[in-house]
């Protein structure tokens, strides 16, 4: 059981450059989310999506694109790279039963702008 | 919005010394409340979490009770050992909502 799967773990962007970042899960969750993190400033949630087909913004969207087609998939793009979006992204999932839930979190990717 | 505050950081401690990470919340409705915490190089991941007023999480010697009536959920752990050494994030959680994390408060024990 992987749990939250992030790829890749580490890159480095040239200004204007795009990429995509993946985030895969095995836990049949329909809640999945991207966050950044920086330096004193905790997890800021970028976009997030409760199920299947559906996706929303989140309080730092701007600059980020997403997609969730499969269930298990949770796509963040990046069309244009600037340095202000160096950062640790995560993505996590959750699930949602009867009252309880709990939020599992990738390791991470590492991403550089230049 | 909801919102977290957390006490500022960092934390540095004497190993077996008595730890308190204070936590209070502005959220509406009547949210679960969450700690995680985040070893270097790693994600986060859950610590311990409570459902509703003056229910007790606890996991690995800490733990937290929720406060509805102070909007608080602090954080102790009677011994910390080195390897207690990470960061450890406040989340209140409303169905349908998002988890919202607060800044953070990085935790140092000292051999």
């Known amino acids: 059981n992987a749990g939250v799967t992030q790829t890749p773990k580490f890159r480095v962007l040239k200004t204007g450059q795009s990429m995509t970042l993946l985030c895969a899960q095995d836990?049949?969750?329909?809640?999945m989310y991207w966050y950044r993190q920086d330096p004193g400033m905790g997890l800021r949630l970028i976009h997030y999506?409760?199920?299947?087909?559906?996706?929303a913004k989140g309080e730092v969207p701007d600059g980020y694109n997403v997609s969730r087609l499969k269930k298990q998939n949770f796509l963040l793009g990046l069309e244009s790279a600037a340095p202000s979006q160096t950062s640790v992204y995560f993505c996590?999932?959750?699930?949602?039963?009867?009252?309880?839930?709990?939020?599992?979190f990738g390791q991470g990717t590492r991403l550089t702008v230049v | 919005g909801d919102s977290v505050t957390q006490m500022e950081g960092p934390v540095t401690l004497s190993e077996e010394a008595f730890l308190t990470i204070n936590c209070t919340y502005t959220a509406t409705g009547y949210p679960s409340l969450f700690w995680y915490v985040q070893y270097p190089g790693e994600g986060l991941q859950l610590l311990l979490k409570?459902?509703?007023?003056?229910d007790k999480g606890s996991n690995k010697g800490f733990e937290a009770t929720y406060r509805k009536e102070t909007t608080s959920f602090h954080l102790e752990k009677g011994s910390v050992q080195v390897s207690d050494s990470a960061v450890y994030f406040c989340a209140p959680y409303n169905y349908g909502q998002n988890f919202v994390f607060g800044p953070g408060t990085r935790l140092s024990v000292l051999p």
């Open positions: 999506s409760v199920g299947e087909g559906t996706t």
């Open positions: 409570a459902t509703k007023a003056d």
């Open positions: 836990m049949n969750h329909e809640y």
């Open positions: 996590a999932s959750s699930y949602h039963n009867s009252g309880s839930t709990e939020a599992f």
